[in-house]
């Protein structure tokens, strides 16, 4: 299967396949735009699904350009919100953008990738600039997005600059003149708004691609690390062996199939063998594409030694000066616990164990010893020492 054919196999539209052949056979360099959110700059598997389309056009000869919202950002995209989300400041867009790139980088390839800040050209669009820009959409049109329909017709607050945001994110392909623009399904509206308003510019209409939006380890919602049901970019080879375990066995061929680049007869071969060999398979497949394959196995044998109650050997020690000191406090200096009374609610709930034994006393003293093991879950292990 060749690269545009794995990205059209993930695709959930195109707007429209026959501009699209058109241009890949006009043989010029093309331009691919992704914009980016930088209010969210912690990425995860859900985000590598149009980064990894990107890759694709990369290899393909084609130019893209990462787009970072700085601009946008500082007014925050209203896409499926039932609120006016609070603005970023200019700093704030631009730190988190760094944050994003970084890891986004783990994807693409560096040295063939544009990075381009859309505060560069609509900061300097003065207002009858904007105005001449406004009178190129209808409110109605404009009201057709779901989610502005909705909170208008409940008569919840929708600001006038968030009407301006699917026209502000649509300059961005006029700005850039781009050929193809991707992203999530939840982004149609404001894709296809870049598209119409190519024409109104004179300029040849962008092809609009939209992939799915990946569903999260709980098999509800979408992937988000808010809701904590994601697999990150940065996660530890370990972390995403133990998280690939726990893809639900319903979505896991969708796993396959939008996270990583297998063609559809090795993805068909996988999911025929038993599911949990797929969950082992896809867990290689991840640690190969972010990390080093060669720290495979040492997760996988991780892995199965904690699952049958074991404790690994490979585990991270934190030095304690104090000679005695209470569960809870001793929780929180490990860091597994983030306040003293999440620590008491770790104890309450029977998850914390001192050498492999149950603590069940927020008010017991715990005597500091070299090599004694403090544990929580199945998966958290702490070696102290004095």
């Known amino acids: 299967m060749d690269n545009l054919e794995i990205i059209k196999r993930k695709a959930v539209q195109i707007f429209s396949e026959e501009d699209l052949q058109r241009k890949i056979n006009s043989g010029r360099k093309l331009t691919i735009k992704l914009g980016a959110d930088p209010s969210r700059p912690d990425l995860h598997i859900g985000h590598s699904v149009v980064l990894r389309v990107l890759k694709q056009f990369q290899d393909m000869g084609h130019e ?5 919202g700085d601009f946008t950002g500082m007014i925050g995209d ?51 600039d904007v105005v001449s820009l406004t009178s190129k959409y209808t409110v109605a049109r404009i009201m057709e997005r779901d989610d502005f329909k909705n909170r208008f017709e409940n008569n919840l607050p929708l ?13 961005d392909s006029v700005a850039l003149n ?8 939840d982004q149609t509206f404001n894709l296809l708004v870049g598209r119409e308003l190519q024409k109104d510019y004179g300029e040849e209409p962008q092809v609009v691609m939209t992939f799915p939006l990946l569903v999260g380890l709980d098999g509800k919602e979408k992937m988000s690390k808010s809701l904590d049901n994601y697999i990150g970019l940065t996660d530890t080879p370990y972390q995403k062996f133990e998280k690939s375990m726990k893809i639900p066995d319903n979505v896991l061929r969708q796993y396959f199939e939008l996270a990583t680049d297998l063609p559809n ?3 068909e071969e996988i999911m025929r063998k038993d599911i949990r060999e797929a969950h082992i398979l896809f867990a290689k497949e991840l640690i190969k594409m972010y990390d080093n394959i060669n720290d495979f196995e040492n997760a996988k044998n991780r892995y199965l030694k904690v699952a049958k109650g074991d404790i690994p050997d490979d ?9 005695k000191i209470n569960i809870c406090d001793l929780l929180v200096k490990v860091g597994f616990a983030s306040s003293k009374g999440e620590a008491k609610r770790m104890v309450i709930g029977k998850g914390v164990k001192i050498d492999s034994i149950t603590v069940t ?18 998966n958290k292990f702490i070696k102290l020492l004095k």
């Open 64 to 68: 893209v350009i990462f787009v970072v």
């Open 78 to 128: 209203p896409s499926g919100k039932s609120k006016t989300r609070p603005s970023l400041t200019f700093e704030e867009t631009r730190k988190s953008a760094e944050t994003y790139l970084k890891q986004a980088t783990k994807i693409l390839d560096k040295d063939k990738t544009k990075i381009a800040f859309n505060s560069e050209w609509l900061s300097k669009m003065n207002f009858a």
């Open 159 to 171: 600001s006038m600059h968030e009407l301006l945001y699917p026209l502000m994110q649509g300059y």
């Open 178 to 185: 781009a050929d193809i623009e991707i992203g999530g399904t």
């Open 265 to 267: 007869n090795v993805i």
């Open 315 to 323: 585990i991270e020690e934190v030095k304690i000066k104090e000679e």
């Open 361 to 378: 006393d927020i008010n017991e003293i715990i005597g500091i010893q070299k090599g004694k093991i403090v544990q929580f879950g199945k």
